[in-house]
């Protein structure tokens, strides 16, 4: 057991010429690596599978995100007890565990199976308004992410006709360049746009959307308030379309840099959900990692993090460790990937999962067959990915 401070490398780690798709390695031999986050705090970075899967479920690590201690991964603007009520991704138990336990049944696989004739009706139609456009055209913009935005907006019962309003503010949310006043500004307008919609929803009554039954079953009967299901909402249309949509481009690209694997998906349909699990675990897009606070002493891969001190669970190393995986940088369709662990472990394990693997397999079962010829448009050395919390692709040209 290790208990000296080794030296500190400066996180997240930067390869200007290397292959965006892969994560850059710790610089460091240490298995648990001592990091300077970009807001000059220190940190443990925890990057072993079995370490990563220990600390994420381990009731001795907290993801408060309003402790002063907490190890935020770039600064935040101080947000006062009503900007942050609802954001349950940033809470522990007992307030996480209600908030979880009220949409757990939303997002359930039988809940998400019904939702399957409109995911394929939406993908189906994305595809032939982009085909109809013409060739070549960006598949970000007309099918990465306009699909799981109509499918978010359509479950929470948020009008789509919105999208470039609420999409805008979410890029700026989870751009990890964004700079105060941006973040503030964009927290507080979606915030606004979506009390505004809870108003409504509380004022008609129905029950056809999730924020409609929230408002009737749970505000109405005075279990959480008005502002925590305005969060709730927040939290749910930010991270119900823009992973997803980062997930369905680099997805495509992954694929169409692999033709022989993409060949044997075209052939074999059934290899689709191992294709989805693969894809999940070969991109690992939340890759800055999640950031939890120790509250008790506990000793991770040999080192001990101490009560105060915070800790990364770098979930992108985590998914290409090869005492886990083989070969953990090849992306084969074949392996059992589904330990990975690309929508997080434990409490907070991504609520939004299945909805989020029935839209994948969807997207891509039918794009692969409908546009046979797909093809990447020009110079792949073009491309620009995004440098955010949650790794994507600005634009895909493609061709078919
Ligand atoms: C949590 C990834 C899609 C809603 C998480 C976490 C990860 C993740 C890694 C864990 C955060 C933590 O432990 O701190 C992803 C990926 C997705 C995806 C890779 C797409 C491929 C979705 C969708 C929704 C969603 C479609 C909405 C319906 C949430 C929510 C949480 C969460 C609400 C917080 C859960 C909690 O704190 O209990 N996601 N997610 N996600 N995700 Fe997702």
Not at 67 to 93: K, N, Q, T, V, Y
Not at 173 to 186: C, G, H, T, V, W
């Amino acid at each position: 057991m290790s208990d000296t401070l080794a030296p500190t490398h400066r996180f997240p780690f930067v390869q200007p010429n290397g292959d965006p798709l892969v994560p850059v390695p710790s610089p460091g031999s240490e298995r648990v690596a001592r990091i300077t986050l970009p807001t000059g705090r220190e940190a443990w970075l925890v990057s072993h599978h079995d370490d990563v899967r220990q600390l994420l479920r381990s009731p001795d690590f907290s993801s408060d995100f309003s402790h002063p201690l907490f190890p935020l991964l770039r600064e935040a603007p101080l947000l006062d007890e009503s900007r942050r009520a609802g954001f349950f991704i940033g809470m522990d138990a007992p307030d996480h565990t209600m908030f979880r336990r009220f949409l757990t049944p939303e997002f359930m696989i039988k809940a998400m199976r019904r939702l399957e004739p409109l995911i394929r009706e939406t993908v189906v139609e994305s595809i032939e308004s982009m085909r109809a456009a013409g060739s070549p055209a960006d598949l970000v913009e007309w099918f990465a992410l306009p699909v799981p935005s109509m499918i978010i907006c359509h479950l929470l019962g948020v009008p789509y006709s919105d999208h470039a309003f609420f999409q805008q503010r979410s890029r700026t949310l989870l751009n990890r360049k964004s700079s105060m006043p941006e973040l503030r500004a964009a927290g507080d307008e979606l915030r606004g746009y979506l009390a505004d919609l809870v108003a409504v929803k509380q004022r008609d009554g129905g029950t056809d959307d999730l924020l409609g039954r929230l408002a009737v079953e749970r505000v109405a009967t005075g279990e959480i308030t008005a502002q925590e299901l305005v969060g709730i909402s927040v939290l749910l249309l930010v991270a119900g379309h823009e992973t997803t949509a980062n997930m369905i481009g680099l997805g495509t690209l992954v694929l169409l840099r692999h033709p022989d694997q993409l060949a044997q998906l075209r052939e074999r349909p059934e290899l689709i959900d191992g294709a989805v699990e693969e894809l999940l675990r070969y991109l690992t897009i939340v890759r800055t990692g999640l950031p939890r606070l120790a509250v008790a002493d506990t000793e991770i891969g040999g080192q001990v993090i101490r009560a105060g001190e915070g800790a990364i669970a770098l979930l992108s190393a985590a998914n290409r460790d090869p005492e886990a995986f083989a070969r953990p940088d090849e992306f084969d369709l074949h392996r059992a990937a589904h330990s990975h662990m690309a929508f997080g472990f434990g409490v907070h394990q991504c609520i939004g999962q299945p909805l989020a693997r029935s839209e994948l397999r969807i997207a891509f079962a039918e794009l692969t067959t409908r546009l046979p010829g797909l093809a990447l448009a020009g110079d792949q050395t073009d491309l620009v990915f995004r440098d955010s919390t949650v790794f994507g692709v600005e634009r895909l040209p493609v061709t078919w």
